[in-house]
């Protein structure tokens, strides 16, 4: 039995995943896995590359390929793609409008979660995704869903986005959300679920600070009980 702490936070998209996953590890000195930017890399990888996810053959191919690393400086996670730094690029709309699709291919979530389950066999880590605490660390010590309005996940994505400089509109990214939500619940391969033990974390009206006391309070709960 692994003596490492794992958290294992799944949740729809643009609920805030990796900045309470940021804030946590930063707090307990955990290492932070941003599972998502794994997905994104393959997708920009895909893009650039005109990889036809209906192929089977051209996936498999493009996967042999693709090599992921991560460097971390100041708790943000630094994806690098075949050796080049693509952190800024995997967040921009081409990505995200395509990103589900590339998740939801089986051999592509096979590899990803190989890679992430070795991450945290020695580790203690946080990690953030859509299937964490289902299929990579079903036996996570602490696990957390998290949801909020799609209102309100719309508008905080959209302000991240204009400070970032990127022209988008509120509608936009409204619909994004709206189809990565149905994606990501729908697929057949690892869909988005809730982990029976996991604890629901609704952010709609609450600030990051407490989004952080709460999961926090977990964590202390737990290792107070062991």
Do not use: W
Not at 34 to 60: C, H, K, W
Not at 201 to 220: H, R
């Amino acid at each position: 039995m692994n003596t490492n702490f794992v958290i294992a936070i799944d949740g729809y998209s643009s609920c805030g995943k990796s900045t309470l996953a940021k804030a946590l590890a930063k707090q307990l000195n955990f290492i932070y896995v941003d599972s998502g930017s794994m997905y994104r890399a393959v997708t920009l990888y895909f893009l650039r590359n005109n990889i036809d996810v209906g192929n089977p053959e051209q996936v498999y191919e493009a996967l042999k390929n693709i090599h992921l690393n991560f460097n971390s400086r100041d708790y943000e996670t630094h994806i690098m793609l075949n050796g080049e730094e693509v952190s800024a690029e995997i967040r921009q709309m081409p990505v995200s409008k395509n990103v589900s699709a590339v998740s939801a291919i089986k051999k592509v979530r096979h590899e990803m979660v190989k890679q992430q389950q070795r991450m945290g066999k020695s580790k203690n880590i946080v990690m953030d995704g859509r299937d964490i605490g289902t299929a990579v660390f079903k036996n996570a010590q602490l696990k957390l869903f998290m949801t909020a309005d799609p209102k309100i996940r719309a508008e905080r994505r959209y302000k991240e986005l204009i400070e970032k400089g990127q022209e988008i509109t509120l509608h936009e990214i409204f619909e994004n959300i709206a189809d990565r939500d149905f994606q990501d619940t729908t697929r057949i391969e690892s869909p988005l679920v809730r982990a029976d033990d996991a604890v629901i974390l609704d952010n709609t009206n609450i600030s990051p600070q407490q989004q952080l006391d709460f999961a926090l309070e977990k964590v202390n709960a737990l290792r107070n009980s062991a």
